[in-house]
């Protein structure tokens, strides 16, 4: 079925380094979601994005959408302990993908900090 | 407190004996949905609900029902257990159907032998 593949899968950085996720899917999106999840916790939303375009900023975490809907990111500058955790992208076809009511997960990408 | 509750947290059973997860939720969300959560495999979905007697199959719905009698309830039936049925389980809610902040219950680790 239709995917959005997120990568990496893994990425280990030291504390006060920086970390990306990208989200990227083959058919154009309404929006897309993301959501951390801590160790043996549950997912949690963290923000929606809708625009094309859009660039969103949490403190350390910058989130943006493309221009074709098509692809999203989520950096976060200068990582501390309290990050640590798997982030993913949830997106919300436009059309096309079963129902309209679904959200296509990407697979995650864990943070990884070095000791 | 706003939130989702799923019961057992942990459950360890064998194969081919009915069990329910029961999930609930108390902010009057429309919007219901289960997952699976499997090693590098992400958030699968099961089954949601936009409403109260409805409910529409997700991306792995093989094995699995729901039901949606009352609107903050939404228990998820495994009728005949299987070990690939093993896996982490999260519910989850969201105000709207059309989207939104998906709120997730603290999930079921259900282990078939």
Redesign the interface.
């Known amino acids: 079925?239709q995917q959005v593949m997120?990568i990496p899968?893994y990425q280990h950085v030291q504390e006060g380094e920086d970390f990306t996720t990208y989200c990227n899917s083959s058919t154009t999106l309404?929006?897309i979601?993301w959501?951390k999840q801590r160790p043996g916790?549950?997912?949690?939303?963290l923000i929606?994005l809708v625009k094309s375009g859009e660039v969103k900023k949490q403190k350390r975490l910058t989130f943006q959408f493309g221009e074709a809907k098509k692809n999203s990111s989520l950096h976060i500058t200068a990582t501390q302990t309290t990050d640590v955790g798997t982030y993913?992208c949830?997106g919300?076809s436009r059309s096309g993908w079963?129902?309209?009511?679904?959200?296509i997960?990407?697979?995650?990408t864990k943070l990884i900090i070095k000791p | 407190e706003a939130q989702v509750t799923q019961n057992p947290r942990y459950l360890i059973t064998v194969t081919g004996k009915k069990l329910t997860v029961t999930c609930s939720q108390n902010m009057n969300h429309e919007y219901m949905s289960w997952y699976r959560q499997d090693p590098g495999l992400g958030l699968r979905q099961i089954y949601y609900s936009m409403n109260v007697e409805v409910t529409d199959k997700g991306d792995v719905p093989e094995g699995y029902k729901v039901s949606r009698k009352e609107k903050r309830n939404f228990p998820l039936i495994l009728e005949s257990p299987s070990p690939n049925q093993t896996s982490l389980y999260f519910c989850a809610s969201s105000l709207r159907r059309e989207g939104g902040e998906q709120f997730f219950g603290p999930g079921t680790r259900l282990t078939v032998l």
């Open positions: 079925g997120q899968q309404s929006n979601q959501y916790g549950h997912p949690v939303f929606q993913f949830a919300k079963g129902s309209n009511y679904q959200l997960w990407g697979a995650g």
